[in-house]
């Protein structure tokens, strides 16, 4: 079983920068596909970014070049690092990983507004 306990949402005005991380449990975290969602009100939860264990990375088209995933396995932590903020990155975000099965964490709420 996996946990997983996002921190760092927030409010911020757009151009603002917010740090969103995710701990998680287990002993085998280096082994976890991670990721991060969102969703929007009204809207369908999606992809924002994911990092395999190898450190490989991708991302949506739409925080390419604003947002940065990164994994420190001995912390057992996931981040996202946000600049450039929009408010239409206004959303829950969710942490997520992949060992075997999907894990979500509980979210995480990021309102960027002036």
């Known amino acids: 079983q996996v946990q997983l306990v996002e921190s760092g949402g927030g409010l911020v005005q757009p151009g603002g920068s917010l740090r969103l991380s995710c701990a998680a449990s287990g002993s085998i975290f280096s082994n976890y596909f991670m990721g991060w969602y969102r969703q929007a009100p009204g809207k369908q939860r999606e992809l924002v970014a994911i990092?395999?264990?190898?450190?490989?990375?991708n991302y949506a088209e739409s925080v390419k070049g604003r947002f940065t995933i990164s994994r420190d396995n001995a912390k057992k932590t996931v981040y996202l690092q946000m600049n450039s903020l929009k408010p239409e990155d206004t959303a829950v975000y969710y942490c997520?990983?992949?060992?075997?099965?999907?894990?979500w964490g509980q979210g995480t709420q990021v309102t960027v507004s002036s």
């Open positions: 990092i395999s264990s190898g450190g490989t990375t």
């Open positions: 997520y990983a992949h060992y075997a099965r999907a894990y």
